[in-house]
């Protein structure tokens, strides 16, 4: 199983930014994903899911509202799209095959002035 992140970055408070993560190494469209992330000393938190058929979709009360899950099964990728970053957003994020312990290599994003 492999997870290859990217689109990470600097951002002013107010941006956007996508996050992508392309999976290998097992059926993609047969599993829900998941994404999360990390601050220092902290740990690591729910931020959204998606299920096999993005159908269902979940978020944590902090993003509710300005990111949104997305999959691609064509394309093995699930995408997050964060709008009106927060310097609150500012961590670690990374993928995660939910349920399993498979997770991407993460990717940082700093929202800052």
């Known amino acids: 199983v492999q997870f290859v992140q990217s689109g990470g970055g600097l951002v002013q408070p107010g941006g956007s930014l996508r996050l992508s993560c392309a999976a290998s190494?097992?059926?993609?469209?047969?599993?829900?994903m998941s994404w999360y992330r990390q601050v220092p000393e902290k740990p690591r938190e729910f931020v959204a899911s998606?299920?096999?058929?993005?159908?269902?979709?979940n978020y944590a009360g902090s993003v509710l509202g300005r990111f949104t899950i997305s999959r691609d099964n064509a394309k093995n990728t699930v995408y997050l799209q964060m709008n009106s970053l927060k310097p609150d957003d500012t961590a670690v994020y990374y993928c995660?095959?939910?349920?399993?312990?498979?997770w991407g290599q993460g990717t940082q994003v700093t929202v800052s002035s």
């Open positions: 995660h095959r939910s349920l399993y312990s498979d």
């Open positions: 190494g097992f059926t993609f469209s047969s599993y829900s």
């Open positions: 998606i299920n096999d058929n993005s159908a269902a979709t």
